[in-house]
């Protein structure tokens, strides 16, 4: 060995090197989401690239997010980012074991992308860019310490005793390298921990929100068929899907939060949370839905709302004549652009804080969020708001709109086969197909089934809870040993009929009719 080799060495192992860099990396960025539980609650380095990711993807990318992983694509997010950043930690390991101290630099420099991107998001703190800060800095120093271990020179073994080449005890920075990427992983739960055990989110559980002023009407009897395999007319919380662009979902304690509405107003409001709640507060069934949903998805789902309307809210404001939009911005960024005659007319569009007779669960909103009748929910639904700006479509534009959705998104008419359920044998006789049909604020008037290219016939409409909500059907049917092609359609309110012309939810929602092959067996 010679002088030279402490720097460049080209005796380090590949693999070892490789080792070094994800040990180092997975600490620092264990210990960077440590500081951002502490310091920058949604700041941490794994949320603020992460969400810039979800802002910057191109829509095909979330239309194909969401057709692969359904509500897990933010789960598949991060475990994409995860290997990624793996695999580039492993490269600065290399690289610094060949070309220090590149190595350092480029962990760094990911420390400093991060931090950049932290401080740019809309919900960024003073503190923002102190996690990704700390899990570049940590994660070079510690990857400087691993592969200088694996250097001759390191000065735990006496350098008079070198015996030439062999690198100090490998065992050892098995050991350190190992216990780096531990340290960084428990760092890491306990980050996640520390944020289940938020002051907010333990605000949201002691939360008692007021009894309504004006209470929903009962689901009428006939409303729930209760077969099973059939959604049920009002989704239970935990099963009611979840589509946003929120990496970690934003934690706010209620006494931090307030709603400005502003823009094109006479009179610029702002509420607190205890102003809101003293609100009389109504309750109502509406059934929301995502404009990504395909023919037969389930990214829609039917609650009791409980919340004030949006319309009162405005009168307090007074919009001035020319506005004719409303763009809601959440705590995080996203916004959504509604036009002004949809919060204002009898319909109930409220600004709700109450789900199914709870508050509202974090990930749908807490502690308030908008829920419209009849529009999907791209471009009225927004969760964790905190801003109604009045303006007008031709000055200002929505998350989704920048994103090649369309700017306006009425709810279009949709039914869906529930039973018989994919991919389930039938026996022959008598079974029951069901669904649910949809086109909130019109309402449907009929559904119709059709059996392997014969007639329409009639489903019989169980009772519809209104025209805000979806509405069960079924239909018996005998069924003979075979395979067998099963579709059906609806009609609204209105009369129009439900179109088969297939379209794919962008830019403004899917059509088609949604059909099902079945085998029944003897
Ligand atoms: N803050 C915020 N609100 C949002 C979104 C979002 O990405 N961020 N997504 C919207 C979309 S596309 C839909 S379909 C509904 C879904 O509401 P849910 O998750 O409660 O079902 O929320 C809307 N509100
Ligand atoms: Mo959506």
């Not at 192992?13 to 989401?33: Q, S």
């Not at 077969?227 to 304690?253: C, H, K, M, Q, S």
């Not at 920048?402 to 008419?413: A, H, V």
Request: with cysteine; net charge neutral.
């Amino acid at each position: 060995m010679n002088v030279t080799s402490s720097r460049g060495d080209r005796g380090i192992p590949a693999p070892l090197a490789w080792a070094a860099g994800m040990g180092a990396v997975v600490f620092g960025a264990g210990l960077g989401e440590l500081t951002g539980a502490v310091f920058a609650p949604s700041s941490g380095p794994f949320a603020a690239v992460g969400g810039a990711l979800i802002d910057l993807a191109p829509s095909w990318a979330k239309d194909t997010a969401i057709a692969l992983f359904g509500t897990a694509d933010k789960l598949a997010l991060l475990v994409g980012m995860a290997i990624v950043v793996l695999l580039l930690a492993g490269f600065a390991g290399w690289l610094e074991a060949r070309r220090p101290p590149w190595g350092r630099v480029t962990v760094v420099a990911f420390g400093a992308v991060g931090a950049v991107t932290a401080v740019t998001r809309a919900d960024a703190g003073p503190l923002a860019w102190l996690p990704s800060a700390v899990a570049g800095v940590t994660g070079a120093i510690v990857l400087w310490w691993l592969i200088r271990m694996l250097r001759p020179a390191f000065p735990t073994t006496s350098r008079s005793a070198t015996g030439a080449g062999a690198p100090p005890s490998r065992r050892t920075f098995l050991v350190w390298t190992g216990a780096a990427a531990a340290g960084g992983v428990l760092a890491a739960l306990a980050a996640s921990a520390m944020r289940t055990g938020s002051n907010a989110l333990n605000a949201i559980r002691s939360v008692v929100l007021p009894s309504p002023a004006v209470a929903a009407p009962a689901v009428p009897a006939g409303a729930e068929l209760g077969l099973p395999g059939l959604a049920r007319v009002v989704t239970p919380n935990e099963r009611f899907y979840r589509i946003d662009t929120a990496l970690i979902v934003p934690a706010i304690d209620p006494a931090d939060w307030s709603l400005r509405i502003h823009g094109m107003v006479e009179r610029e409001v702002t509420l607190t949370w205890d102003e809101v709640l003293a609100l009389p507060l109504e309750e109502g069934y509406t059934t929301l839905a995502c404009v990504s949903n395909e023919v037969g998805g389930s990214l829609i789902g039917n609650a009791l709302w409980l919340g004030y309307p949006v319309r009162e809210l405005l009168a307090r404001a007074r919009p001035t004549s020319e506005a004719d939009m409303v763009l809601s911005r959440s705590i995080d960024g996203f916004t959504a652009s509604t036009p002004l005659e949809v919060l204002t007319d009898d319909r109930a569009a409220i600004l709700a804080v109450g789900m199914n007779g709870e508050p509202l669960p974090a990930e749908h909103g807490f502690p308030a969020r908008l829920v419209v009748p009849g529009l999907y929910g791209y471009v009225s639904a927004t969760k964790w708001v905190t801003e109604l700006e009045v303006t007008r479509f031709d000055r200002a534009r929505a998350y989704w709109t920048d994103r090649g959705w369309s700017e306006r998104g009425p709810i279009k008419l949709q039914s869906r086969i529930d039973v018989p359920r994919r991919g389930q044998g039938l026996k022959a006789g008598e079974v029951v197909i069901a669904g649910v049909a949809w086109q909130q604020h019109v309402g449907v008037a009929a559904v119709e089934v059709q059996i392997d290219e014969g007639p329409w016939q009639p489903a019989e409409l169980a009772t519809a809870i209104s025209d805000d909500t979806w509405v069960q059907w079924s239909v018996p049917w005998t069924a003979d040993v075979g395979d067998h092609l099963i579709r059906c359609r609806a009609t609204s309110a209105t009369g129009e009929v439900q179109t088969p012309d297939r379209a794919r939810p962008a830019p403004d929602g899917a059509t088609g009719w949604h059909e099902r092959f079945v085998s029944v067996f003897a």
